[in-house]
């Protein structure tokens, strides 16, 4: 099945994932201008009367750099809902985001129907993050438009599966719209999401390390330093089981190696969960892909380095298989 007609502005077939408390308006609005979907948590907004304030900022520089750059238009950004019940202000959000007709939404933490209902009436599609099949079925019967398979390795709330069993199980019933995740960090990796048949690559971790941005130097230099082999997978944290840099949780008292069980009974999403230390503030959420990333550019620097990466493994696979 082919792409909506919303995605015909990509430069490359990647949506930069909602980062919370990191993504805010000038990283989405450069991963626009620079041709792949930029996106933020709602939650990220706070007091809830900002989101107003992005969405405007972000509708009104896209406009305007689609008026200047009529053969380069930006492609469409998105808004992350947090379904589930601990958010108490999904409605007053949901709102709020159709005023502006955000054009996708992505939800995670649940799928509700009348969410889907709400952003279709405004003419939006939805991508709901799935963690197995059982639950992206559902997620499809509650009329979501797309999937995004979050696999192992991923970085924050992950999965176990890997993505290669992720893709396989999902395209034997689904055609439509589907987002990858999990460890991407390359150009190559984006082309072999193609290949196992998503349509699409959701890169989270790799633009942490961007000026534009909303972590801290530590965090950004942890990425860049860091390996695969520094992805701690913990429920401790949110409730929810997740990846995180080792460094950090170290940094906050603690042994990487040895954390006990979470709670998700105490999920509270940028308040501490189980810990004194903050969950995403102090303990940094991190995929394992991030080997990757040797420095801190600018969103455009990096979408430059994927393109080109992403054209050079074409060009390996047609003379593998030209002779």
């Not at 952003?119 to 019967?141: C, P, Q, S």
């Not at 961007?210 to 801290?216: L, N």
């Not at 997740?242 to 170290?250: E, H, T, V």
């Not at 080109?308 to 030209?322: P, S, V």
Request: contains cysteine; aromatic residues 6%.
């Amino acid at each position: 099945m082919s792409l909506p007609a919303i995605f015909d502005t990509l430069r490359l077939p990647v949506i930069g994932s909602p980062l919370f408390i990191i993504s805010g308006p000038e990283l989405v609005i450069a991963q626009c201008k620079a041709g792949i979907v930029g996106s933020f948590p709602a939650l990220n907004a706070r007091p809830q009367a900002q989101l107003d304030e992005w969405l405007h900022q972000i509708t009104e520089e896209l406009a305007a750099h689609n008026r200047d750059n009529p053969d380069s238009p930006a492609a469409p950004y998105a808004v992350n809902q947090i379904v589930h019940k601990s958010n108490n202000r999904l409605e007053e959000d949901i709102a709020t985001c159709a005023k502006w007709q955000v054009p996708v939404t992505i939800t995670s933490l649940g799928a509700r129907v009348e969410l889907n209902d709400a952003v279709h009436a405004w003419g939006g599609i939805t991508l709901h993050d799935v963690i197995n099949d059982r639950f992206a079925r559902k997620a499809v019967e509650k009329g979501a438009d797309g999937l995004i398979p979050v696999g192992a390795g991923a970085g924050g709330h992950a999965g176990v599966t890997s993505p290669f069993a992720l893709m396989q199980e999902i395209r034997e019933w689904f055609d439509g719209p589907v987002a990858l995740s999990g460890s991407i960090g390359t150009g190559a990796s984006v082309l072999g999401c193609q290949a196992m048949g998503a349509d699409l690559a959701y890169i989270g971790s790799a633009f942490i390390a961007t000026k534009e941005a909303r972590a801290s130097d530590g965090y950004k230099d942890g990425i860049v330093d860091g390996q695969a082999s520094d992805i701690v997978y913990s429920d401790l944290f949110t409730g929810v089981s997740g990846n995180y840099l080792a460094p950090s949780i170290r940094a906050a008292g603690m042994d990487p190696d040895n954390l006990p069980k979470g709670d998700i009974s105490t999920m509270n999403f940028g308040s501490g969960g189980n810990t004194d230390a903050k969950a995403w503030k102090d303990i940094w959420g991190c995929g394992q892909g991030i080997g990757a990333v040797k420095d801190v550019l600018s969103a455009g620097e990096m979408v430059d380095r994927l393109e080109a990466e992403y054209r050079a493994a074409k060009e390996r696979l047609d003379l593998c298989y030209t002779g």
